[in-house]
Every structure is written in structure tokens, then in C-alpha cells.
């Protein structure tokens, strides 16, 4: 008699806790539950991988060998089951800088928000931040002590693409040519240097050098006005080295903290302008882990205590056990006492570095001899290296000693500090997106703007507005718009279309 069931018995994949079931055949079956609960491991994972698995294996060995293994799903038995298809869900985003906003857009009205109504308050003294004269620019610097090195810049290009030659050739026929170009060190170029179109550049024209003197106040304040004329109200004072900011837009009056122009791309933690110098706008920063080098503290370096060493790492003639023999003999190390065991001070050599440069002599089998330097510890060397290397099969190996972090500096945020100066009705661009989707809607509601901030920010509110009132309505109200979307299930990435 024909079976008329599929019958599922200790279903294990992914979150699953051994579920059996009967689904009828021939009907339409539906799987309910919340987000995460299992249903598309259950559908996908299990019984159409079942189904595939067993088709595949229907075929002739010259055909399988073209279309690759298909492993067992983790089931103790499904019976009644027939050759089967399968009509997916919308995969999610697995790229780490999206968002619940940027995948929904929601971020890009965000940003356009604070872009056009954000008020700017210094983090450091907490006054809101008026734009400055070149007259209160001028009296911050002189706060500094006389006698100081002042190269006033003009910033007239700040990470934008092109050539900028017809930029360039203006102030070169003015007869400015001394200038820091891509951040490099300030020098005179006797000809207009040929930028890449295609990568962004930054150019800072030199007006003036000056050693600050209480006679020196008028030349210092024309130079600023030259400078913040050149650049758009922006200029760069390098004093003794040490570069600084003012705007005629946005600065503070106390301590100087300047952030540029308040506009959507500042908010962008994809772009050099509003992204964390840290992380990059990641959020996270991924760096060698002593607990992952040494996971089990009670073994000794012989024993296999560090992991660098032991994987691959057996010849005794490598470069890296030579400069761990080195490291153990100048600062007195056993091979064969536990980890744990070890001072502070030896620990500390080893994965840090010494606190000197150590040279040694290596000599080869075949007698040639060379020199070597130990100056960086081993959670330094795995940083390096997992940087530097084009190898994607050792990026991976080192990649294993390395864990994720949240970035000390921006704290998740991914922007700097500049763009989480802004606010708007009391929170910054992060604080509003770290809200559940049902606060942020009651949020939005209660903006309280002025009448001109109401009506420059009407249509970008009543966007939000909507988009939020569609995630709330299909039962994602529980969501935040800083939440990375390679976190989601399957059904909550589909219910953000």
C-alpha cells in the first residue's frame, strides 16, 4: 500500500532538538513559529536535503561525480519521502557592514536627517557648537604657548575622487606650491603632481608659516581668512606638528573640537569621512587572542601549550622556533614548565615582544649564516601576518588564532566621533538606530523641531515613518536598525522586503 506520509523521527540539524513528526502528502503543509524556532531547517536542511541526497545518489557514478557530495542531513530516518525540489527563501546578507538599516534603507533617510536638522555638541565639554570667526580661531591658537611653529593650511580637497589638476593649477599659478598631499609630509612640488582619477585624494595648500608672537596676531588672522576663503571655511593649523581643524561651519570655542560639514555622507560608517579610524566601520575589530594561542594554560611549551607552534610548526629549523629558542634563552624560559607557570614578565616577552630589540645569528644546515632581529611578540606577528598575506589558505590558519572584538574607540557605533556629535531631539544617529523599531517609531513621533527644522525634515520623517510602521506591522517591531543583517533568520530577512 502506498505511503501517504513522511514521517520525520530525531530531526537534530542546526537548532533542532530531536523533533519527530508526520507531514500528510499530496496536501499543503505550512510550518508556523517564531523567528529562529526551526522552520527552515526543518524544510530546507532536513527534508529537502534528504530528498536531494537521495535523487543524487538514484544516478549513475559518472554523473554524480559532476555534481559534487551531498551529506546526510542529522536525522535518524524520514520515511515516505519522494524525490524533492525546493522554492527558497531570500538568502540573507552575510557582507558585515550591513545593517537592518542599510537593508531596508531606512539608515539612508536616517542619514539624511541628521544630515539636514542635526545640531552639533562638543563630546568633550558638552555646549552645542557654533560655527567660528577667523577671529575665534585665531585667539584658540593663541592659547598655545609663544614661541610655537604655526603652518596654516587650506584644505581645499578632502577625500574625493579625481585629478584635481584644474583645482591644483589655480593655487599653483597663485603661486602656492608647497602643500601635504595624501596625507604625506609637507613639501614644494615644482610641477602639478598627476593624481588617479579613480581613488580619493586629499590636498592641503600651505598659506603661511608663522611663529607665534604677540606681534604676529594680524598676519596670523589674514592667513586665516586666506585659508578658510580657499577652502570653503575650512582650515588646517599644524602646530608644532601636531594638525588641528577649525570651521567656520561647526567648532568649538573651548577646547576646538571641529567637525566638518554636517551632511549625510558623515554619517556613512562606509565612508573615510564618517566611518571609526579604528575599526573602519565594522564595529568590531578582529586581533590576535592570548587564550586562543594558549587555550589550555596547564601545558607547557613542549606539550604543545602555544598552538603557533604546534600546528605546522614541528621542524626544528623553522625561522619562528629559532626565535622562540632566542626569546626563551635571553629571558630564562622553560619549555618544559606549564604556561601558567611562567612570570608575568616572560608571558609578557612572549606575546608582546621584548622590551628591547634582541639580535641573534642563524645558521643554516647548509652553513650560511644571517641576522635577525625580535622586536614584536607573537600576538604582534599573527596581526601582521593575517594582514599582509594574499594567501586566502593562510589568512584562514591565522585567522584561527584570532578573535572579534567590539572596538574600544566607537564601542559598536562604527562612526567616529565627529558624527556622533550630532543630535536630534536629544540622541545621536547611533542611539536612535540602537532602539527597537517600536521605541524608534514613538520616537520619531515625538520629534519636537522647529517650525523651519519641521518643514525642511517633513518628507524624510513621513518616510521613516512608513517604513517603520511596515516592520512593526509584520511582526518585527523587536529589531534595531544598528543590528547586523548576517544575524537574522531566514524569515526575518525576508520580512524586511
Known amino acids: 500500500m502506498e505511503n501517504n506520509k513522511i514521517i520525520v523521527k530525531g530531526a537534530r540539524e542546526n537548532n533542532l532538538k530531536n523533533v519527530s513528526l508526520e507531514i500528510p502528502k499530496n496536501k499543503l503543509v505550512v510550518f508556523t513559529g517564531v523567528s529562529g524556532s526551526g522552520k527552515s531547517t526543518l524544510a530546507f536542511d532536513t527534508i529537502f536535503a534528504e530528498g536531494q541526497r ?17 551529506e546526510k542531513p542529522n536525522v535518524d530516518a524520514i520515511e515516505g519521502l519522494s524525490p524533492t525540489i525546493a522554492i527558497d527563501q531570500k538568502s540573507q546578507s552575510h557582507n558585515p557592514r550591513s545593517t537592518v538599516g542599510t537593508v531596508t534603507e531606512i539608515y539612508d533617510y536616517m542619514r539624511l ?38 603652518t596654516i593650511l587650506a584644505p581645499v580637497v578632502r577625500n574625493e575622487k579625481g585629478s584635481h589638476y584644474e583645482t591644483m593649477s589655480k593655487f599653483f599659478k597663485a603661486g602656492l606650491t608647497r602643500m601635504k598631499l595624501d596625507n604625506s609630509p609637507v613639501e614644494r612640488y615644482p610641477s602639478i603632481p598627476l593624481l588617479n582619477k579613480n581613488q580619493k585624494h586629499s590636498i592641503e595648500f600651505v598659506v603661511d608659516r608663522i611663529i607665534l608672537k604677540e606681534e604676529s596676531r594680524e598676519r596670523l588672522l589674514e592667513s586665516l581668512k586666506a585659508a578658510l576663503d580657499m577652502a570653503n571655511g575650512f582650515v588646517v593649523a599644524d602646530i608644532n606638528g601636531q594638525e588641528k581643524i577649525y570651521s567656520q561651519h561647526h567648532s568649538c570655542p573651548i577646547c576646538g573640537f571641529s567637525v566638518p560639514k554636517v551632511e549625510p555622507r558623515l554619517f556613512s560608517f562606509n565612508s573615510p569621512l564618517g566611518c571609526c579610524p579604528e575599526c573602519k566601520g565594522l564595529g568590531v575589530t ?28 614541528q621542524d626544528a629549523e623553522t625561522l619562528d622556533v629559532k626565535e622562540l629558542d632566542e626569546l626563551c634563552r635571553v629571558y630564562n624560559i622553560s619549555k618544559d614548565v606549564p604556561y601558567r607557570k611562567l612570570t608575568a614578565k616572560q608571558r609578557h616577552a612572549i606575546m608582546y615582544g621584548p622590551e628591547k630589540e634582541i639580535d641573534y645569528v642563524v645558521k643554516q644546515k647548509n652553513g650560511s649564516i644571517f641576522h635577525r632581529t625580535i622586536s614584536e611578540g607573537l600576538l604582534g606577528k599573527i596581526n601582521r601576518l593575517y594582514y599582509s598575506t594574499q594567501s586566502n589558505m593562510m589568512k584562514k590558519y591565522y585567522a584561527t588564532f584570532m578573535a572579534t572584538n567590539e572596538c574600544e574607540l566607537c564601542h559598536g557605533a562604527r562612526l567616529n566621533e ?29 520629534l519636537n523641531l522647529t517650525p523651519t527644522q519641521a518643514k525642511i525634515s517633513e518628507l524624510v520623517v513621513k518616510e521613516i515613518r512608513n517604513r517603520l510602521n511596515f516592520l512593526c506591522d509584520v511582526g518585527l517591531e523587536y529589531l534595531t536598525l544598528s543590528r547586523e543583517a548576517m544575524t537574522l533568520s531566514g524569515g526575518e530577512s525576508q520580512g524586511l522586503d
Open 113 to 150: 536627517l541628521y544630515g539636514k536638522i542635526g545640531e552639533v555638541y562638543c563630546p568633550h565639554d558638552h555646549i552645542k557648537i557654533e560655527a567660528l570667526s577667523a577671529e575665534q580661531i585665531r585667539d584658540l591658537i593663541f592659547k598655545n604657548e609663544l614661541g610655537s611653529k604655526i
Open 54 to 70: 537521495r535523487y543524487m545518489e538514484s544516478l549513475s557514478s559518472y554523473a554524480r561525480q559532476f555534481l559534487g557530495n551531498y
Open 286 to 313: 578582529i586581533a590576535a587572542d592570548e587564550n586562543l594561542l594558549v587555550p589550555n594554560k596547564d601545558l607547557s611549551i613542549n606539550q604543545g601549550g602555544i598552538r603557533f607552534y604546534t600546528i605546522n610548526k
Open 418 to 446: 565627529a558624527a556622533l556629535s550630532v543630535y536630534v531631539n536629544g540622541k545621536n544617529i547611533y542611539e536612535a538606530c540602537s532602539m527597537p523599531l517600536k521605541e524608534m517609531l514613538k520616537w520619531i513621533d515625538s
